[in-house]
């Protein structure tokens, strides 16, 4: 008789609503700027004072008093960025001034170098001017305790050095989930190592950490782990320990020595053990002493897929990342496909912008081993359940990994 899988096949919406709800952001840390960057505020950020602080120049030039009449003014001294010199400005005078300096006394306007002649200690006035003319005022940009940041923004290049122009030399972050890598399966060996009869490369641990690491979190990678329940126990007795999140590869189909559902059974809850999907199928969540556990199948372009679906959502929104969605973007087939008329497929492609429209091709063999079908990908076309055949020209979703090129860009 069939063997037949005792876990329902749940959605993939399903499948990640229950992720999520398994998987809560970290506690905040802080953390210097200079190791902020693609962290994840842990906290609102308000400016603890005004920006600029002080009335300064927009342009290089003369401060001045704008009704001052007089066409022909003495120079008094000048103002440089960062000093200030002790002197005010009265009817008949200027002080030259360069941009971000503080604006002196008694001045209220910037006379622009352009319109003026100095020679002998004298300024010849060709303009006049308005009261405020390039000053920027105190809270121009930004106002004390004005928020700057919200919490659960990704912090970039601009965010930190806003923080650094508001004098913050520290800031609150989510923690970096650490997660636990582990492969499964007597056949795996490390690269390098001679290979054996019926042996193949330890490939999984080595994507996933990559993969791991680029959404944020900090990756652990266990080793090989035999297919015997012993090994699989010790194995996840050193995942508990000290990580937040175990991830593994293989073990999880029907085969007689696919062990580790039954092993997340016993120490934990299997929250499903299938998803209605290609590639990927028997991926499995469980949570194990309140924490998440991802089996993923041990096919290179299944666990990679499933990572992308349900592992890299539960790191970002761990990390309070309230952005982690990729975007989805319609797309026009450069050929025919065909594809499973049961479930979601995701098909690897290279998606080009040409003209005002998206245009997909795939990545050639769409097998789940042919990891070559990942390499230069950037996304993953998401066909429906339907008839199995697309036509080129259909318009079908396409899941971004990356900024599509576009079909006339060149290398330079």
């Not at 952001?25 to 005004?50: F, H, K, Q, S």
């Not at 999907?277 to 372009?301: D, Y």
Request: hydrophobic fraction near 45%; glycine fraction near 10%; proline fraction near 10%.
């Amino acid at each position: 008789m069939p063997v037949s899988s005792p876990y329902p096949l749940v959605t993939i919406a399903q499948a990640l609503q229950t992720i999520l709800a398994h998987c809560p952001p970290l506690a905040g840390e802080t953390v210097p700027l200079t190791a902020a960057l693609n962290r994840v505020l842990a906290a609102d950020i308000l400016a603890p004072m005004p920006m600029p602080p002080f009335p300064a120049a927009a342009k290089d030039g003369y401060a001045v008093i704008a009704a001052d009449p007089s066409r022909r003014r003495r120079l008094i001294g000048e103002q440089m960025a960062g000093h200030m010199a002790d002197v005010r400005v009265e009817p008949g005078t200027v002080v030259r001034i360069t941009t971000g300096a503080a604006i002196p006394p008694g001045a209220d306007a910037v006379l622009m170098v352009e319109y003026t002649t100095e020679q002998d200690g004298w300024v010849a006035i060709e303009t006049t001017v308005a009261p405020g003319t390039d000053i920027r005022p105190v809270g121009q940009d930004i106002a004390a305790g004005e928020r700057i940041l919200s919490c659960g923004t990704v912090l970039g290049p601009a965010e930190i050095g806003l923080l650094a122009a508001v004098g913050q030399a520290t800031v609150p972050v989510y923690r970096r989930p650490r997660v636990a890598i582990l492969s499964t399966g007597d056949e795996l060996r490390e690269p390098g190592e001679p290979l054996g009869p019926g042996q193949i490369y330890d490939a999984n641990r080595f994507s996933l950490a990559a993969a791991v690491a680029l959404a944020g979190g900090l990756p652990h990678p266990l080793g090989i782990a035999v297919d015997t329940p012993e090994a699989l126990q010790a194995f996840l007795a050193e995942a508990l320990a000290d990580h937040d999140v175990l991830l593994t590869s293989g073990g999880v189909s029907m085969g007689r020595l696919d062990l580790l559902k039954p092993i997340l059974e016993s120490r934990g809850t299997v929250h499903f053990g299938r998803v209605l999907m290609k590639p990927g199928k028997p991926v499995t969540f469980a949570t194990l002493e309140g924490r998440p556990v991802f089996a993923l199948p041990g096919f290179p372009v299944s666990a990679l897929v499933a990572f992308e679906l349900f592992v890299r959502p539960a790191l970002r929104h761990m990390q309070g990342d309230h952005a982690w969605q990729r975007p989805r973007v319609p797309v026009t087939l450069a050929h025919d496909l065909h594809h499973d008329p049961e479930r979601v497929e995701y098909q690897r492609a290279r998606v080009v912008l040409e003209g005002d429209r998206f245009v997909a091709t795939t990545t050639g063999p769409q097998g789940s081993g042919r990891l070559l079908s990942l390499v230069g990908a950037n996304a993953l076309l998401e066909l429906p359940p339907g008839n199995g055949f697309l036509p080129a020209g259909a318009t079908v979703t396409a899941l971004l990994l990356h900024p599509p090129a576009t079909a006339t860009a060149s290398v330079l």
